[in-house]
């Protein structure tokens, strides 16, 4: 079955620490997204990328970094700049942007802070 | 950019009552629109789509129709069940070209026996 995958489910962080979230896709979508997810709230991005070894900043990038290095691929890495990492992150992907454009979402990961 | 807004709720429901959840945008030109499911502690599921005016989406009991008139697109079903509770998040695309959706807040639906 195609789909979205995302590892770990849960994932613990200390203080100072680097971390990075796994999402891997078999649609052959050539696009990939990360969003961050606060109780109570919606959604807001982190990055996405629109094809192999290319991305862009979204709305909140700043404490985050990604690679693309292959299409299925695209990792986060939540460093230790970002203060408030504490926060559920959904990875999706689709075929293309523009006005008809329809996203996927994975699991979901769950990051906390120790 | 496009923008939605939608009722937050939350909103509580008996079983097998009616279901109607507001969802109003503003957009340049007709992009497709959508209705996500997020159930407790997992991701977002598409739940139903439309990609032109007048277009209904339809999926497991849930409607949404494309109304351009009124720019809505509310979801709707006939009789709730338990399983339905969730979060429901009505988006639409950010932006003619834009690779970004741009998600209303949510709304919490609680179904009771």
């Known amino acids: 079955d195609g789909g979205i995958t995302q590892s770990p489910k849960y994932l613990f962080r200390k203080e100072g620490q680097n971390v990075t979230l796994s999402c891997e896709q078999n649609l052959n979508h050539d696009a990939m997204y990360w969003y961050r997810q606060d109780p109570g709230q919606g959604l807001r991005l982190i990055y996405y990328s629109q094809i192999v070894n290319d991305f862009q900043k979204g709305d909140i990038a700043e404490g985050y970094s990604v690679s693309r290095e292959k299409k299925e691929s695209f990792p986060l890495t939540v460093t230790s700049a970002q203060k408030n990492p504490t926060a559920f992150y959904l990875c999706?992907?689709?075929?293309?942007?523009?006005?008809?454009?329809?996203?996927?979402f994975g699991p979901g990961t769950r990051l906390l802070v120790l | 950019g496009n923008s939605v807004t939608q009722m937050e709720g939350p909103v509580t429901l008996s079983e097998e009552a009616f279901l109607t959840i507001n969802c109003t945008y503003t957009a340049t030109g007709y992009p497709s629109l959508f209705w996500y499911v997020q159930y407790p502690g997992e991701g977002l599921q598409l739940l139903l789509k439309?990609?032109?005016?007048?277009d209904k989406g339809s999926n497991k009991g849930f409607e949404a129709t494309y109304r351009k008139e009124t720019t809505s697109f509310h979801l709707e079903k006939g009789s709730v069940q338990v399983s339905d509770s969730a979060v429901y998040f009505c988006a639409l695309p950010s932006g003619a070209g834009s690779y970004q959706l741009t998600f209303g807040k949510g709304t919490k639906l609680s179904v009771i026996p």
């Open positions: 999706a992907s689709s075929t293309g942007g523009g006005a008809q454009q329809t996203q996927y």
């Open positions: 439309a990609t032109k005016a007048d």
